[in-house]
């Protein structure tokens, strides 16, 4: 009887399915790159404040994927709440359809990709228990108070709109 090799695919760190061509997670490493590979990401929306690392990096060349950092902080750091700027330039991308299939990430997850995540979902009309829990589920026993409380103050009439915007919007 012949052995067939068979490719596992693992997703990364708090990898969940958002919408039809958007995904969110945490960074992924190598283990992780053939399952990303399947998702044909065109773009990924990187949160985090340092640059993701070498292998994400040659990973994201490799497939041809668009990054965009959006994460920098000048004079902050790492713990610091996500900003109503990097929200809204966030949701540029993710609203462009030429940008699907997209991923958010950064470095767990769970903070900042949940921050933004929960911003679509109000923008999107769910009710905050809805959008609450979804956050909680993927913070686990991390829940920042604060980023729920930037979650139920955020102003969705900010929010250009394009004028073909995705379908789950």
Known sequence: MRRVAYQHYIPPVN??????????????????????????????VWLAPEEPNQNVMNFVDDQDIQLHHLGVLEGGNASDPITEDMILEAFDLILDKRNHPMAIMCNIGRHRTGTV??????????NLASIFEEYRRFAGPKVRILNEQFIELFDTDLVRIPVDPPTWL
């Not at 995540?117 to 769910?126: A, N, P, S, T, Y």
């Open 15 to 44: 990898f969940g399915y958002v919408e039809n061509d958007l995904y969110r997670c945490g960074q992924p490493n190598e283990l992780n790159f053939p399952f990303m590979e399947k998702l044909g990401l065109r773009c990924i």
């Open 117 to 126: 995540v929960g911003c679509l979902r109000k923008l999107q009309r769910w």
